[in-house]
Each structure stands twice: as structure tokens, then as C-alpha cells.
């Protein structure tokens, strides 16, 4: 019961996150020259990891994101069992998120102003995938190593560790919405992208793979990499 408890609280968190960050984006688009649907987009998405932080973070920790939830995986933080369920609760909570999306804009005729659903793609890069992969590779090491350091058990940033990994989020996705629009999170990018598809725009479906595969290599090295530096340190 306690494991259900936490796919459920993950389910909500990673609805909520591509409710208010993918839904923002789709109503005040992510024009990188106007700038404000850009900032705002930015602040939708981390203020959203704020809110979930406090809100179901002491349920299940709040990941929202198969990146983190590897990256704990492989720091010892959680089991495998735990981390499928996980995974496959965050999957299905940006579904129903982007599907929620698109039944709202579609049911009140409101214009998606990233044409997709807030889905990311490669024309920020000049569809370069090689660059794609290396900015979400990138993106998704500096969170989670930010993520592993604020929760470990060595550290002692009190009620403030939701805000950091909050406010860190913002500056990743305002460096990362003009590259690729910012995955980080395998979840974020499976559920726009399959409903998109769905709707008939099958453009981002065949380009998800990259926003599937590059944050797990962040998150992965993240783990790697912080394991050596906190035994380095003690």
C-alpha cells in the first residue's frame, strides 16, 4: 500500500508539472525575441517543482522525472522495483496532463501557441540531433546532481531544498526553452509527444527519443559522478 501510495503521489506531481509548465507554454508561447512568454514558460515549470516539492515530496520525494528517479536508483536511494513504478506512474501522469491540455484548448478554441503541446523539439539547434542530445545530456546532469546534493542526507538545507531545486529548474529552462524547449525529463516529453500524435501532429513523436535518451545519460552521470565526489569527500 505505502509503494501505491507513492505512483500515486508521482501520477499527481507529474501531472500538475506538464499541466502548468506544457499548458503555460501552449497560452503565452516561448518566443525566445519577445522574451515573456519565454520567462514565464520558465518560471511555470519550476515553480510547479516548488509547489510539488512541498506538496507530495514527503510522499514519494517528489521526483516527477524518470531522470531523477534514475539517478536516485543508481545513488542506492530506492529499489528497481520502486523505480519501474515510478517511471511508469510519471509516464502516464503527463499523459493524462497533455491529454487534459488538449481537451481544454480544443473544447474552448483557444490557440496552442507552441503548436504542439508544449512538446520539445530540435529547431532550436537547427534540428541537429547531436546537438540535441548533448544540451539535454548537459541540462539534465547539472539538475540532478543539484537534486542529489540539496536531498542527501549529508546536507542540511531544511524546508529551503524545494526552493533551490525549484529556482534551479527556472535557469535550466531559461537557457534550454530557445535550444530544444527543455526536457530534462524523459516524462515531460513522452506525454506531449504521444498525444500530439495522437491529434495528428507527428512531428515531435519522431524526434522523442532524444528527450527520452539524453536526460537518462544526465541523470546516470549525475549519479556517477556525485557518488565519487561525496566519497571523495569523506
Not at 14 to 29: Q, R
Not at 65 to 86: E, H, Q, R, W
Request: net charge negative.
Amino acid at each position: 500500500m505505502d509503494g501505491m501510495k507513492k505512483y500515486i503521489a508521482e501520477f499527481i506531481g507529474t501531472f500538475t508539472l506538464v499541466f502548468i509548465g506544457c499548458g503555460t507554454a501552449m497560452l503565452v508561447g516561448c518566443d525566445a525575441v519577445n522574451g515573456c512568454g519565454y520567462i514565464l514558460t520558465a518560471f511555470a515549470f519550476g515553480l510547479a517543482i516548488v509547489a510539488l516539492a512541498y506538496g507530495v515530496g514527503n510522499i514519494s520525494g517528489g521526483h516527477v522525472n524518470p531522470a531523477v528517479s534514475l539517478g536516485v536508483l543508481l545513488s542506492g536511494g530506492m529499489t528497481v522495483t520502486d523505480f519501474c513504478g515510478y517511471v511508469v506512474a510519471q509516464c502516464i501522469g503527463a499523459l493524462a496532463g497533455s491529454g487534459l491540455l488538449a481537451a481544454i484548448f480544443a473544447m474552448g478554441g483557444v490557440e496552442d501557441k507552441t503548436g504542439g503541446l508544449g512538446t520539445n523539439g530540435l529547431a532550436g539547434v537547427n534540428d541537429s540531433v547531436g546537438a540535441g542530445i548533448l544540451v539535454e545530456i548537459v541540462l539534465t546532469f547539472l539538475f540532478v546532481i543539484l537534486i542529489l546534493g540539496v536531498t542527501s542526507k549529508n546536507q542540511s538545507h531544511g524546508s529551503f531544498g524545494g526552493l533551490i531545486i525549484g529556482l534551479t529548474l527556472v535557469g535550466i529552462h531559461i537557457i534550454g526553452i530557445g535550444l530544444t524547449g527543455t526536457s530534462v525529463n524523459p516524462a515531460r516529453s513522452l506525454g506531449p509527444a504521444i498525444i500530439a500524435a495522437i491529434g495528428g501532429n507527428a512531428g515531435p513523436i519522431k524526434v522523442v527519443w532524444v528527450f527520452i535518451v539524453a536526460p537518462l545519460i544526465g541523470g546516470a552521470l549525475a549519479a556517477f559522478v556525485y557518488k565519487f565526489l561525496e566519497g571523495a569527500n569523506e
